[in-house]
């Protein structure tokens, strides 16, 4: 059974306030529980399977996404490289100077700290034309499919071609008929777009909205669309990790098959899941945190240590069955051919 934040403010009401909180109160103090529970204690629980698809060279994680823990790039086993990697002594050097030639494909950490899943892109002239596109930035819009979230603006930090830095709201647009990707009107009268052109974006502050928001870098003269992120209603300030796929040609289609870690994300809605399958560990672990309000420590410790220990039984018995030990042969990609470069379990 899979419990949800309505079965946890359940449990924990009693708890907050001696019984008399608001529910907003309760949820934010379930949240705050949940954000203990999962920085000290890494769960196998919280590993999840996604695969990318993406043409280019780099991806970005989904919001509740942590990092990739281990990897796949178009069916080989890859591995996966810290930020540090292009500064290594003797190592690959920097990126704008590699060739991609090299016969593996791995993944490199590229930071936790975008803004946007997506850069905007370059500029170009498109195939028979002469005009050059985006040479002078984008405008931007922004789009939710809750009516109730029209005219809510987002806080945009960015800079110009030129490399000087503004900060904008944007008011976001609803979808035409809260349908999502449908769009009715002309740009920047209908359909409100940036004031300013952007050539990149470092910091986004959303507001409390309802729904999703989409945001799309756009050339209001020739209607180029291009998508850049989706920010979740729970969250106020986006972050992305990005990865770039090493020796992998730019126009190329590149397949990742990634075991992530999932990070904590604020529950909103009731039927949002725990990532802790456990109410009885949530209710531990808000009962320490009263203790620790009211100046018990020592009550605090021993709650949260009982917490802890039903989280470590509980994500053992979801834990794959103990059986034959996987041995890796760290060599391997020197001793078999590129083709049979696959994780060997023996």
């Known amino acids: 059974m899979l419990y949800t934040l309505a079965d946890a403010r359940r449990a924990c009401g ?14 934010q103090r379930v949240n705050e529980a949940l954000e203990r529970l999962l920085d000290i204690t890494p769960l196998e629980g919280l590993l999840r399977v996604m ?27 890859a591995r996966v490289f810290g930020r540090a990697y292009q500064f290594l002594d003797a190592g690959p050097g920097d990126d704008a100077f590699r060739s ?15 803004a946007l899943m997506y850069d905007l892109p370059a500029a170009f002239v498109p195939t028979g034309g002469t005009t050059c596109i985006g040479n002078l930035g984008w ?94 209603p729970s969250v106020r300030r986006p972050q992305f990790r990005r990865y770039r796929i090493t020796n992998h040609c730019p126009d190329g ?3 990742v098959l990634a075991q992530v870690q999932l990070r904590h994300v604020p529950l909103v809605l009731d039927d949002d899941i725990l990532p802790v399958n456990s109410v009885q560990a949530v209710k531990l672990a808000v009962i320490a945190i009263r203790e620790e309000n009211s100046g018990k420590l020592e009550a605090a410790q021993q709650a949260m240590a009982s917490a802890l220990q039903i989280v470590a039984k509980r994500d053992e018995a979801n834990t794959m069955t103990h059986g034959t030990p996987v041995i890796i042969d760290s060599m391997r990609r020197w001793a078999l051919q590129p083709q049979h470069g696959r994780t060997m379990i023996m």
């Open 100 to 114: 991609q030639t090299g016969t593996y494909s791995d993944l490199e950490d590229l930071g936790d700290d975008w």
């Open 51 to 77: 695969r990318f698809c993406t043409q280019g060279r780099s991806f970005a994680l989904p919001h509740n996404a942590e990092k990739v823990v281990r990897a796949q790039v178009n069916g080989v086993a």
């Open 253 to 255: 289609v590149a397949n």
């Open 139 to 232: 405008s931007l819009a922004a789009f939710s499919t809750a009516a109730a979230d029209a005219d809510k603006t987002l806080t945009l930090r960015g800079f110009t071609p030129g490399g000087q830095d503004f900060t904008e709201a944007l008011v976001i647009n609803r979808w035409h008929g809260g349908e999502e990707n449908s769009l009715q009107g002309h740009w920047g009268s209908q359909i409100k777009v940036s004031a300013n052109l952007f050539a990149g974006l470092d910091r986004v502050v959303v507001p409390e909205v309802s729904a999703a928001i989409q945001l799309f870098a756009v050339d209001t003269a020739t209607e180029y669309l291009y998508f850049l992120a989706t920010y979740h």
């Open 14 to 27: 009693r708890f907050v306030e001696s019984g008399t909180a608001k529910p907003t109160i309760v949820d």
